[in-house]
């Protein structure tokens, strides 16, 4: 996990919306194995800066490589990019009319061209690991919220990612779900993926990160490893973010 | 009517009865109900007979026996216009005239649905592109139409535009072997030179779209286990094609393109749809295609932000997102309102009379009516045709339903 | 915990790279957004250069305006006609009787113009006492109409609803088609939900037989069919019976409406109110048909911009509606050949109607989105 070996760099990244200066002048690369939680109140720009690196939002200035490769109008690019790099979102975004199983093995069909048999061989074999082999053949509206993120999970996984990003993963399920959601999420860190989470679990990011970057203001506040930003924030901002989350 | 005001009162009155003598019979619901229903029974057939009576002794008055004898007689009118069934003055009986405007019907009813549908999925996709003139237009398009009266829209393009514009026969407007003149649209029509050849090259071309069908499968099942897909449309239409016209030739040409040549004044050969039906045609494509664009916008709008963003997120190109999350789940949306507006069109079709083309309400409960008087029996047939139309748009609306039912739940 | 805290500091909020914003940056991104899109575009404004000046020339800056019969049109035909829907505009509007007797005419406007003040109120968010205003509209002001309009009251002459026309029959049909559609619409609603399997069937098969059948076989059946049915010496009015016919139709529309209304409203309403002991008609006027209307509005306003359209069908059974008298007027000799401009009047007309109505039901469809959302 040296800086040399990062898998993605962003240098000087400035994003708008409109007006509104959503991200300000971001530097930060991450390393292959790498496990990042990024926090902050809402609005800070967390989630705009992941679904910046995959192209899910176009930034105006500076530059984002991911895997050597810059991210560029150049759509042949993107698409690579994005085979890439997992995603997992806040309200999971799972194809209502195809079932959990095909769901998973779309992109593998589709984008990898394998075939039938081998993309649901695959499928299989995650959606075992993500323990819900059973569900394979429902709809996901036949599935409770966290069924559906551990199913989005494994959608990203077929792809056989490089990097996964995750977008409040737990923030729309009900708690008794978020367990077995964040679960699912410790053993995939475990097997040594690059992980990007923007989320509020502090027990998680705890347990998982080997950073936690705290933004606010489009900014990246400060980062540091687990115990000294938990027991040393430098920031008062921080600071106060931690003591709200914290007591809660 | 007459049932919904009785079913109040039976209710209310009931009710009231009920309130006074608290260990009556009467209280029993069911047995309530029970009594209100076959009052309500009683009430609905006792109407229905009563103003059939009055309506076949009213007609006796009039000296019109009710009876369908009049179907075999020979209708002293001229349809001018049916493609399907020979028309002769002076042979064609009643029954005849009916079929006539049956066919008459669904055949502006099928060219409209196809033209509609054509044009409300081109101004839907305007509509929701990304092309702020073309958004605007479709719009524009969409709140135009679909506000005027129908009728209205017939007359106009009929009356004021086609009528009072469209060249005479000798200068016609050219579309490839299509022209258009004041007098109609002229079309190319096969004519068959040899019956049995005909029949045989018809056969071939139905083994090789069946073949391709076929081969659709084995292609889908071979990508399956493979992983590598062939380009199925183009080879199957490719070869369809090359079967077509090679057969074609090799059968000797058992049939004849009779194209519309223009002759002294007016056009020889060929078919020709008359002007109203060209005029009826074009304004019900017009207005239910804004129908059906709106349906189209609202289901690709049904297609969530977050649908989008998975799809890019798992590396599925635009076409791919498209072909695979789009259209699936919009189609979802758009069919079952789409399938309504083929059966509006087809009862909107009716609006015929106002420019004299020869439909079902035209030739039937218009001319037909008059002529023989035998309202009861013309009336009905008119609306059981109707009926039957628009059961058959419910029945088949349900199935769709039940299958999409199916893989939801 | 405390060791060295450093003050956050924010940098400034920098405005974007010029070409990322205000309109070069829309131009760029909403028309020429890529090769296909710069295409479409072209083309687009190749079609506006040529179609809408020469149309903005026909009907505006070349058209006739002045004068009062069709020589001054014939003289310029390169501008449309107005001066011929300036000189029948009376015929247009309130159809023959008024148009020849212009004393009366205030009687209409004047309908017109209550209607109008009864209406605006209603389409406004924040007035007071809407459902008393909804039921004198409903109510209350057919009467007033009936009386004012059609005179013979009050030493106001007489003037038949046959000798109506112009938009003052199209609106009397179709507010007479809502007005009377209504109640039975409602009862039929309700039937079709009713747990009596008689009930049940017979408000569906009426529902579906009128849903079924084009209106104008209906006014055919109205104008042919009616006077049969009842023993002779009973006599209808032309328009009374295309009016009976718009009811019945109607009454299938505005029940589906109603029942969607329905259809939305919570289980749990029917539920409470079971709990509080009311029975089923204390319950369904109390509790149910004031929710359930309100929600489905939208659905009776968008039946009834359909009615509206549909009410020019009557002109095929020979009513001088508004359609009509356009039409007629264009084959009159004083001004055959100016038909555009006759359809171009009468769907104008239609056209702000329907189109008002539907902006309207829009609205209120919005409305009771957010409304839901919030609670």
């Known amino acids: 996990m040296t800086k040399s070996d990062s898998i993605i760099k962003i240098s000087k990244l400035n994003k708008w919306y409109g007006k509104f200066h959503a991200l300000k002048d971001i530097d930060l690369s991450v390393g292959r194995t790498e496990k990042i939680v990024i926090c902050g109140p809402s609005g800070s720009g967390k989630s705009t800066l992941i679904r910046c690196i995959n192209r899910l939002e176009v930034h105006q200035e500076g530059s984002i490589q991911v895997d050597g490769i810059e991210l560029t109008d150049d759509i042949k690019q993107i698409t690579e990019i994005r085979s890439d790099v997992g995603m997992v979102f806040q309200h999971f975004n799972l194809f209502p009319h195809l079932t959990v199983l095909e769901n998973c093995s779309l992109a593998p069909i589709w984008v990898r061209k394998k075939s039938k048999v081998e993309a649901e061989e695959m499928a299989m074999q995650l959606l075992e690991k993500v323990r819900i082999p059973d569900q394979a053949d429902k709809y996901p509206g036949q599935l409770s919220g966290g069924q559906q993120q551990r199913v989005a999970i494994a959608r990203a996984l ?21 367990k077995e959601v964040l679960e699912t999420m410790i053993e995939l860190a475990d097997s040594g993926m690059t992980m990007i989470v923007v989320t509020h679990e502090m027990g998680f990011a705890n347990r998982v990160a080997d950073r936690i970057i705290f933004m606010d203001e489009g900014q990246i506040v400060e980062q540091n490893d687990p115990e000294s930003f938990f027991k040393n924030p430098e920031s008062d901002r921080t600071k106060l973010f931690l003591s709200q989350i914290l007591d809660h | 009517m007459v049932k919904g005001i009785i079913a109040f009162g039976q209710y209310f009155l009931l009710d009231k009865i009920v309130g006074r003598s608290p260990s009556n019979i009467y209280q029993n619901p069911k047995f309530r109900s029970a009594i209100i229903q076959a009052i309500l029974v009683f009430i609905v057939f006792y109407t229905f007979y009563s103003l059939y009576q009055t309506t076949v002794f009213n007609l006796e008055e009039r000296g019109i026996k009710t009876s369908t004898s009049f179907f075999d007689q020979v209708a002293p009118f001229k349809v001018g216009f049916s493609p399907f069934l020979n028309f002769e003055l002076g042979e064609t009986t009643y029954i005849e005239v009916f079929y006539i405007g049956v066919l008459n019907t669904l055949l502006v009813a099928v060219l409209g649905i196809i033209a509609a549908t054509l044009l409300g999925f081109f101004i839907g996709i305007l509509r929701s592109s990304n092309n702020w003139l073309a958004q605007k237009f479709a719009l524009i398009y969409v709140e135009i139409f679909r506000n005027m009266p129908l009728l209205l829209q017939i007359m106009f393009w009929n009356f004021a535009i086609f009528l009072a514009f469209l060249p005479p026969p000798k200068q016609s407007l050219e579309f490839g072997a299509f022209y258009l003149n004041g007098r109609g649209l002229q079309t190319p029509v096969p004519i068959v030179e040899n019956n049995f050849l005909f029949k045989v090259w018809l056969g071939i071309l139905i083994f090789s779209i069946i073949a391709s069908f076929i081969f659709r499968n084995w292609a889908k099942k071979r990508r399956d286990q493979t992983g590598k897909s062939l380009p ?111 059966l509006n069109l087809t ?63 | 915990m405390t060791m060295n805290t ?126 008393w205003l909804l039921l004198i509209l409903l109510v209350a002001y057919p009467i007033f109409f009936i009386s004012l309009v059609g005179g013979g009251v009050f030493g106001i002459p007489k003037s038949d609803a046959s000798e109506w026309g112009g938009l003052l029959l199209t609106f009397t049909l179709a507010f007479v088609g809502i007005v009377l559609a209504l109640p039975l619409g409602i009862l039929l609603a309700l039937g079709r939900r009713s747990k009596m399997p008689v009930v049940r069937s017979f408000s569906i098969i009426y529902i579906e037989f009128w ?92 039946t009834f911009i359909a009615l509206f359209k549909d009410t020019s069908l009557v002109s095929i059974i020979g009513l001088l509606d508004l359609l009509k008298i356009a039409q007629n007027s264009s084959r009159s000799l004083d001004w055959n050949g100016y038909d555009i401009e006759a359809y171009m009047f009468a769907g104008l007309v239609f056209w702000i109607f329907c189109f008002g109505m539907s902006i309207y039901s829009q609205k209120l469809e919005r409305k009771l989105d957010t409304d839901r959302n919030v609670e």
Do not use: H
């Not at chain 2, 035209?362 to 008087?373: D, E, F, H, M």
């Not at chain 3, 029942?259 to 029917?270: I, N, S, V």
């Open chain 1, 158 to 178: 077929c792809m056989q990612p490089r990097i996964m990003l995750f977008d409040e993963p737990t923030s729309a399920l009900d708690p008794e779900m978020i």
């Open chain 2, 232 to 342: 199925v449309l183009g080879i199957s239409l490719s070869v369809i094609i090359i079967i077509g016209i090679s057969s074609f030739y090799i059968l000797g040409k058992p049939f004849a393109v009779d194209l519309p040549v223009l002759g002294k004044f007016n056009f020889k050969g060929g078919g020709q749809l008359p002007l109203p039906l060209f005029s009826l045609w074009f304004a019900l494509t017009v207005y239910t295609s804004a129908f059906i664009a709106e349906n189209v916008r609202a289901g690709i709008a049904s297609v969530s932000k977050g649908q989008i963003e998975a799809a890019r997120s798992i590396g599925l190109t635009r076409p791919q997102m498209v072909k695979l999350i789009i259209i699936p789940q919009a189609l979802r949306v758009i069919i079952p309102p789409t399938i309504s507006q083929y």
């Open chain 2, 347 to 409: 009862k909107n079709s009716s609006l015929a009379m106002a420019v004299g083309y020869e439909e079902v309400v035209a030739v039937w409960a218009n001319i037909s009516l008059n002529q023989t008087g035998q309202a009861l029996i013309i009336i009905a047939m008119t609306i059981i045709f109707f009926e039957i139309c628009s059961l058959f748009t419910s029945f088949i609306l349900n199935i769709y339903n039940r299958r999409i039912q199916i893989t939801e739940r």
């Open chain 3, 6 to 131: 450093v003050k956050f500091e924010k940098l400034p909020d920098r405005l974007p790279p010029v070409n990322t914003v205000g309109w070069v940056a829309w131009v760029k991104q909403n028309l020429f957004g890529s090769v296909s899109n710069t295409i479409i575009t072209l083309l687009f404004f190749y079609l506006i250069f040529l179609y809408i000046p020469p149309f903005l020339e026909w009907s505006v800056f070349n058209a006739n305006i002045s004068g009062s019969d069709r020589s001054i049109c014939d003289e310029n035909r390169s501008g449309a006609c107005w001066t011929f829907i300036k000189v029948r505009m009376e015929q247009l509007l309130f159809g023959l009787y008024f148009a020849q007797n212009p004393d009366q005419m205030w009687r209409p406007i004047m309908a017109f113009i209550v209607f109008g003040g009864l209406l605006t109120p209603l389409a406004i968010d924040r007035t007071p006492y809407k459902k």
């Open chain 3, 211 to 302: 849903r079924g059948t084009p209106l104008i076989t209906i006014l055919f059946m109205a104008s042919v069919m009616l006077p049969l049915f009842f023993p002779s010496g009973v006599e209808f009015d032309k328009v009374v019976r295309a009016m009976i016919g718009i009811t019945l139709f109607q009454s299938a529309y505005t029940a589906e409406a109603v029942r969607g209304g329905l259809q939305a409203l919570d289980k749990g309403q029917t539920e409470a109110s079971m709990a509080l002991g009311m029975g089923y008609w204390q319950q369904t006027i109390f509790i149910i048909l004031p929710q359930a209307l309100r929600i489905s509005i939208p659905s009776i306003v968008n």
